[in-house]
């Protein structure tokens, strides 16, 4: 990696390493002569807003997450709103005295494109492999659908022909078929429902005041919280001024049968996955076949670069899936998964 060290450097390199688009990386066994390029200038600033962060120290605090409360029938996607989902935070708060085991549904996944490419790159004519090349990473959009793509800068304006393309694919996402408790028969269980959506955490660190994060606009509705311990903390935390509430969520109901799936017909998905040498996907290197699996690799070839990325559906055929779970097997109910939040107080109260 080139040798600057400004902080925003420093935290693309740890919490940030599957986020090194386009930044130069000095290559193993690399001659002399070879000049390892700079960082790119997307890597230093913030492209969102400098926000003040409560807790003083944003370098050892918990990262905020955005919030929704409200009916879960009304509830919105983390990728409606284009944001990401906030995995393993809780959703569920004050248990009702009459609660009972939510109804199980499936959802039968559509065919999704990747929401991570990974891009080798060769930089000397010499490079043979992957293994001896460059990679850049970048997260597609929040709910992207495959059009054309182009991060703010090239996947790889400083190579001399892209080896491979990856593709990965989150867990929830890549299963063809989603278990998930009845939105109605949840809020009869409990009395508070949240949607937890993840910041662009690539930029998170790219402020140069220590005590700022630099953070995407708020959808509308949604609510700033930060994770501050879990259930019961001893001793109590105390939320800071701008994060006054505390409310105290959880990821799961115990006593119930765990919802789940059985998918009785697969799901049979073609997809293909086009590089081109400008930003605007006009200028065509190579259209190949994309797998469902994880890890795919796609050669292409040529001397141009990937400039741009789109994916298109060629087939899709979605499962059939049968729920299962539900019942209830012990007394009484309890939430677990405990998780204390100090969020900002409700819009308008």
Known sequence: MATRTTRSARVGLTAAALLVLGAGVALVGASCSYEVPPLDPYYH???????????????????????????????????????????????????????GCPRCLCESRPCLPPTTLEVYSMLRPEDKGCDEATRSYTFMPAGWDGRCFAPPERFSERAERVVKLNSHEPFDDHEPCRAYPAPEDVAETWGIFAVMCSVDHRALHWCEASDELCLPPKPEGFRTCIRVGSVPDDPPVS??????????????????????????????????????????????????????????????????????????????????????????????LQGTGARVYCCEPAPGG
Not at 45 to 53: I, L, V
Not at 73 to 97: H, I, M, N, Q, R
Not at 270 to 286: G, K
């Open 45 to 99: 600033g913030c492209p969102y807003e400098c926000a003040h962060y409560p807790e003083g120290d944003p370098e050892r605090a918990p990262n905020p997450v955005y919030a929704w409360f409200g009916k879960p029938t009304e509830a919105p996607s983390c990728a409606s709103v284009g944001l990401f989902d906030a995995l393993w935070e809780g959703a569920y708060g004050d248990l009702k005295d009459t609660a």
């Open 239 to 332: 939320c800071p001024p701008e994060l006054p509430e505390r409310i105290e969520l959880y990821q799961e109901l115990d006593g119930c049968v765990p919802c789940f799936c059985d998918e009785v017909e697969p799901r049979e998905c073609e997809m293909t996955v086009s590089t081109y040498a400008d930003m605007h996907c006009t200028q065509p290197i190579s259209t190949r076949p994309l797998t469902e699996d994880r890890g795919e690799c796609v050669d292409t070839p040529g001397e141009a670069g990937t400039k741009s990325v789109s994916v298109a559906v060629v087939s899709e055929q979605r499962a059939t899936c049968q729920p299962g779970g539900g019942a209830r097997s012990v007394d009484p």
